[in-house]
């Protein structure tokens, strides 16, 4: 009796001995399990901060792509020429648009990257995955706008360069305008050769004799010689004498004798002087 009393006491040591070895093996698999996981959190967390700091970077370099409303506001003011946009502004303005596409790729690379890295971590995090989602989004609304920047330049290039033909003729016009504005047609010759012409007609007198030789005003002005009075004033008369016929104001031009059988006709205020576009001048 007393025998299968020590063995009962026995086996109830064992087993007591067993249960505690397996109850602290258990234990400390928790202890590692615990500690297993607060290392992982631990790491998660800091994966979660540098994901959220990179996606601030990104954020960052993508807003400091800041593009106007067209490509006018791409061309630093008062320096394009008046008119046109010279080769070497319109070179800045590329090599801007340039430096913004280049910006833009190296931002999708480290998206791609970010993206990467968070697949190879294993984080999922729904806001994390709407963030990154949100800069592609944002980085494909930059590539468009960066694309109509280059539509935009071009069409202004165009248009610039239409506006500066444009400006051209209408210079060419102005000074050609401006030449005939100038520009005075005279004749000169004897009382015959005036009257067999038709420039001149003899009016008044008694009996044919005291006429008096009027500018006919039927002029053929082919057969006389043009002066531009902005650039010429003066008409050399090869006769001892001369007289104007025309009504030019007598304010406005002086005769004198400028050697033998040689007179010279000098505008001194051309603007009066071509009011009357046809000068005839008599020799004698």
Partial sequence: ??????????????????????????YRQSEENYARMTAEEEKSRTR?????????????????IVLGEDAA?????GNQPEGQISPTL?????????????GL?????????LDASLKRSGVKIAGLEKMVAGLRRTVSEKETQIAQLDTQVDSLQTTVQGLTVEVADTKTELADRQRELAT???TMGTKKDLIRSGVVVAKGGVLGFGKTLKPSGQYNESGFNQLDTALETVIRIPAEKAQVLSPQPVTSYVLT????????LRIVNPE?????????????
């Fill in 73 to 77: 506001h791409l061309i630093p003011p």
């Fill in 90 to 102: 319109r070179d800045q303005v590329l090599t801007r648009i340039s430096t913004l596409r280049a």
């Fill in 48 to 64: 979660y901060g540098e994901a959220i700091n990179e996606i601030m970077t990104i954020q960052d370099s993508l807003n400091a």
């Fill in 257 to 264: 004798p400028a050697g033998e059988n040689m007179v010279e």
């Fill in 184 to 186: 005075v047609y005279y």
């Fill in 105 to 113: 790729e190296r931002t999708k690379e480290r998206i791609q990257q």
């Fill in 1 to 26: 009796m007393r025998k299968a009393a020590v063995f009962a006491l026995a086996l109830i040591g064992v087993l007591l001995l067993g249960a505690t070895v397996m109850f602290y093996s258990k």
């Fill in 272 to 284: 009066e002087f071509r009011k009357i576009r046809h000068l005839v001048i008599l020799m004698s």
